[in-house]
């Protein structure tokens, strides 16, 4: 159970004083897109390392880091004082060469396996990840003359017209017309919640097997297929690791069809699933890696791809984007991968993701609200359920998130159906902060299940509870 001295810090209503007049403030002034603020209602006044300060002064241990883009925390120090120094020097140059660039694209090539580093080139997108999956879709479908891409159910890739046609979630472009032509999903391998509906003990990879059907039936209604987009780990699908048969069959079918794979890398790319890139623990050279989030290391916004050399199909100009040379993205970037390469962070990433799954099935274990525990490396999932049921619970879920933060820990909440506690935690956390932090999720876990007694108590009683409003924030 939690220290007294840490309940007093935390345990007193969140979103008040300060962070309740500053965030009815960014009510009136800002979109309703904004998001963060309405499930983690606080104001954030500064941060450093693995901790945020609010608007109260109040301290917080960031286990979402800027949803991955704060590999190393916030505010590393040799990381400000690298981009600092490049302030001074040059800020900001399109796609010309410049020092700051040339360090950024060697470090970041020599983090490829070594046996297949020499096939790619990178291509520099503009600021974000849907930009550099925008850049690969495109480079594929010159390269082929194929205009279809297969994505699959539970993925994200981005929230842009062309990538959100690639990503699976209903609910983000229901309302939005005209999205990209020829886009398909195909069953993922979550073999917590088969999309084919088979038991673990029965199931033979069969979504494999669907994948290889749906390619070579000359009925499958697909034409020209100029790529295939997967995610290692589905992390807005719900922290979801693939089968290992899964990626390798389907690597090994579009390599006789000669048909690129796409491996969307920018929330497992840099180290966070144990391995620098997840596509390593698979076994696979991808014909496109697509990275973003925490390249520079420090939350500075920057996207590229990795291509194979016998994919170049592009002339100048062909994708474009005028901050496609942040120099401060890039100095700092180069500094990351040779602090990761100095501090063996990849050991730090797996030695703590080890702890904290541990941690987490050991509350799984004892508490009837948690119906898996899931995910690589330092990016790790809990799947919050109604006791009875078991169905995935998103009011549970929020309420979990809701607690923890009053107990002094961020956590993101993601999945179909917005119920699995996501676990992004610095590389470099240390296992006196994993440990607090497993300390707060069992105590933000025990209240969720009063919480469910309260809503559940009886199982004929849910519906009717939940109809009635009996949640209560």
Sequence with gaps: MLSEKNKLNHSSLIGFDKNKAILLKQGE??????????????????ANGPYIYDENKRQYLDFLTGAGVLPLGHGHPLLKSVAKAQIDELVHALDFSTPAKRKFIDEHLSMLPESIRDQYKVQICAPTGADAVEAAVKLCKVHTGGSEIISFQGAYHGCT??????????????DIANIVEGS???PYSACHDCPLDLE?????????????????????????IAAVIMELVQGEGGVIPA??????????????????????EIQTGCGRTGTWYAFE???IAPDIIVASKALSGIGAPVAMIFYKKE???????????TFRGNQIAFAAGAEFVRLAKQTDILSNVNEMGIQLKLGLQEIS??????????????????????????????????????????????????GRHNAVIRILPPLNISQKNVALAIEILDEAVARTVKQAEHLYGKEADVVTKVSKGAYKR
């Design 365 to 414: 274990a004892k508490n009837t609200v948690i119906g898996d525990v899931r995910g690589l490396g330092l990016m790790l999932g809990m799947e919050i359920v109604e006791p009875h049921s078991k169905e995935s619970s998103p009011i549970l879920a929020n309420y979990l998130q809701r607690k923890a933060l009053e107990l002094g820990l961020i956590l993101e909440v993601g």
């Design 243 to 264: 089968e290992k048969e899964f990626v390798t069959r389907i690597a090994a079918q579009l390599k006789t069809e000669k048909i690129p794979l796409i491996i969307d």
């Design 161 to 174: 017209q062309g990538t959100l046609s690639l990503s699976s979630d209903r609910s983000m472009k229901i």
């Design 311 to 321: 994919l170049e199909a592009f002339t100048p100009g062909k994708h474009i984007g």
């Design 184 to 186: 398909h999903f195909l």
């Design 29 to 46: 002034q800002e979109s309703l897109a904004v998001s963060y603020p309405t499930r983690l209602p606080i104001a954030i006044a500064s």
């Design 281 to 283: 623990q698979y076994g």
């Design 200 to 224: 673990r003990a029965s199931c033979k990879v069969n979504c494999a097997y669907f994948f290889e059907k749906s390619m070579s039936d000359t009925h499958s209604g697909y034409k020209k």
